[in-house]
């Protein structure tokens, strides 16, 4: 384990990182925090003084995808920053010890830094029959994340599992998966939700706590404004497509091949909230949208069970089967209106007759009595 | 002589009966201007924005060639649309108090008992259980309640319509005008609604239209041509 007494800066320039690259890291997240330029040397002179806080990284019902999002940086240096911004003490994917040695270290931090350290935790908690759907070491999720989350200064749920259940949260949900907050009430935490969650709006989240010793502004949703607080669909560079009414109609048609709008492939950016479209991912290459798929809106809560199926438009209704989107049910309700309508108009033209023909008679009985 | 009241067919006897129109029957003014206005501006609304709404939904043009704006058009009309209808439902609720006694509120309160047995009378009327109904001069309490049910449609569509709009329209009146619903509902119930709004007020328009012929029909009372005259054809026996 690195020694947590340093600052940040030294332990990024004992891994070489130079200082030009760190004044660029700081600028970088001046910018994803949407800060001006003028807070770059406040936030260096934090990274540069204070020490790294601990930090534990739990992993519960996931895939750990948040940590690949975080380890695959194509360059080493921001996969360093990231993680050598905090000490991190405890990580079960990447961590050198085992066993008994490594739990210790998890319940040294608990112990001797209470309400001081950051638990940052992966993966949604069952709570179902007791919890025992998710067990690590013996221990239930529910059971460890309320030892750590419970004792730490601020709990960071990193990818939707953890904000909210996730995809394992998902109808039927057979483990009764819930986010960190739902399992564990009382606790101090931010939502960072995404699937994967994306490194920079973690790191940005941590540099903002060091350098103003709070947390960032959070939205209704605990998610920090900064990178939750504009819609994709608002910063979408294929939104001029959309104005202009070109639709990609199928997979691999020319509007498809064009850079067309993706919205008739099913895509949720009207709906999602994220900064996908301006930090992008993997170093800034790409995002889902820019390589051609759909938007499923994977940082929000309604994406599996109200928002799916991935690749339809019409809303989905929970409740009414898979196939059954507002649109059949509607086209049902007006069908069956259209039909009731029909018959009794038919209904009541054949009563109408009836009665024609009672007259007739009645009229033909009047005549023969006169 | 004549039994107007009645859903039975009687072509016979209604030549004789258009024949004394002008000596019996007496002109009697329902709809004033404003509700007369309102009503068709819903029309005409409601329509283009069920139109348009299904448009933004489920894109069934595609632009030919790229100076094209067709969606940017569709939701422009919506908009425009959804804020007449808006201006429309507020003159509707304005009348509701300063209209004469078929436009006020108390006619849409199927709070009395005489109001409840005509309700029943009409639920009956309608499923061929009851030869014969009174047709009030104004609403019967049954259409009544119709359109309360379709005001309480549009009312959903505005809540949810402005909480879409606040989406891309940020500030604190939007905030107020729909925003806060976030709070209570997730986007994509939300979403949800103002869609299924469309389909229920479609299935609406086609019951209104069918029941407002069946009734002209019947009667004789010139319901059709009162909405836009105003007047309607009140029989004196």
Same mark, same amino acid.
């Given at each position: 384990m690195l020694k947590s007494k340093d600052t940040i800066f030294d332990g990024l320039y004992s891994f070489g990182v130079s200082r030009r690259n760190f004044i660029k890291f700081c600028a970088s997240m001046s910018a994803t925090l949407a800060l001006?330029?003028?807070?770059v040397p406040q936030i260096v002179e934090a990274l540069e003084k204070k020490k790294k806080p601990y930090a534990i990284w739990l992993h519960f019902q996931e895939c750990t995808g948040d940590t690949e999002s975080i380890l695959r940086?194509?360059? &080493?240096s921001i996969a360093q920053i990231v993680l050598d911004i905090?000490?991190?003490?405890?990580?079960?994917?990447?961590?050198?010890g085992s066993g008994h040695a490594a739990e210790k270290a998890l319940h040294d931090v608990v112990k001797n830094q209470k309400a001081k350290y950051i638990a940052i935790v992966e993966g949604s908690i069952p709570i179902k029959d007791?919890?025992?759907y998710c067990t690590i070491g013996g221990r239930t999720a529910l059971d460890i994340a309320n030892e750590v989350c419970g004792n730490a200064f601020v709990t960071l749920n990193v990818g939707s599992c953890s904000c909210w259940g996730g995809v394992s949260s998902a109808k039927p949900n057979p483990t009764g998966a819930v986010g960190i907050a739902d399992a564990v009430s009382g606790i101090k935490y931010v939502n960072l939700p995404g699937? &994967?969650?994306?490194a920079e709006n973690i790191t940005a989240t941590i540099v903002h706590y060091l350098t103003f010793g709070t947390l960032p502004v959070l939205d209704r949703?605990?998610? &920090?404004l900064f990178a939750y607080g504009k819609r994709i669909h608002d910063n979408c560079e294929r939104r001029p497509h959309f104005d202009a009414g /070109?639709?990609?109609?199928?997979?691999?048609d020319e509007g498809h091949r064009l850079g067309w709008c993706l919205y008739e492939l099913g895509c949720k950016g009207p709906m999602a909230y994220k900064n996908c479209p301006t930090i992008k991912w993997n170093e800034g290459i790409s995002y889902p949208i820019q390589a051609g798929h759909p938007c499923f809106?994977?940082?929000?809560?309604?994406?599996?069970?109200?928002?799916? &199926?991935?690749?339809?438009?019409a809303p989905h209704v929970p409740g009414?089967?898979?196939?059954?989107?507002a649109d059949k049910i509607g086209a049902a309700v007006v069908a069956g209106t259209a039909a009731a309508v029909a018959t009794h108009a038919a209904i009541r033209t054949f009563l109408g007759y009836k009665q024609k023909e009672k007259f007739a008679k009645e009229k033909d009985e009047a005549d023969k009595i006169k | 002589m004549i039994n107007r009241g009645s859903y039975v067919w009687q072509p016979q006897k209604m030549d004789m009966f258009r024949k004394s129109r002008k000596a019996q029957d007496k002109r009697l003014y329902v709809w004033q201007l404003p509700i007369r206005l309102s009503h068709w501006l819903n029309i005409l609304c409601i329509t283009s924005l069920i139109i348009t709404g299904y448009y933004i939904s489920n894109p069934f043009m595609h632009a030919i060639?790229?100076? /094209?704006s067709i969606m940017a058009m569709m939701r422009f009309i919506h908009f425009v649309s959804a804020h007449i209808l808006i201006a429309s439902a507020l003159i509707r609720i304005y009348w509701l108090f300063a209209g004469n006694k078929f436009a006020r509120l108390k006619e849409f309160l199927p709070f009395t008992a005489e109001k409840r047995k005509e309700v029943l009378c009409f639920i009956k009327f309608y499923a061929f259980l009851k030869k014969e109904v009174h047709h009030p001069i104004g609403h019967n309490a049954l259409a009544a309640i119709s359109y309360s049910f379709a005001y309480f449609m549009i009312f959903l569509a505005i809540l949810t319509g402005y909480a879409l709009y606040s989406e891309s329209h940020t500030g604190f009146f939007w905030y107020l005008a729909g925003g806060w619903v976030f709070g209570i509902l997730s986007d994509g119930t939300i979403r949800l609604i103002h869609h299924f709004v469309m389909w229920v007020l479609t299935a609406f328009l086609i019951v209104h239209v069918y029941i407002v012929w069946l009734n002209d029909n019947i009667e004789g009372n010139g319901l059709i041509s009162s909405i836009f005259t105003g007047y309607k054809i009140y029989h004196k026996d």
């Open positions: 001006s330029s003028s807070a940086a194509s360059k &080493p905090v000490s991190l003490e405890y990580h079960e994917t990447i961590m050198a007791g919890g025992i699937c &994967p969650v994306n949703h605990n998610r &920090p /070109q639709f990609v109609r199928k997979w691999g809106a994977c940082a929000s809560n309604d994406s599996w069970d109200v928002f799916g &199926p991935i690749y339809t438009r009414a089967g898979y196939q059954a989107t | 060639s790229e100076d /094209q």
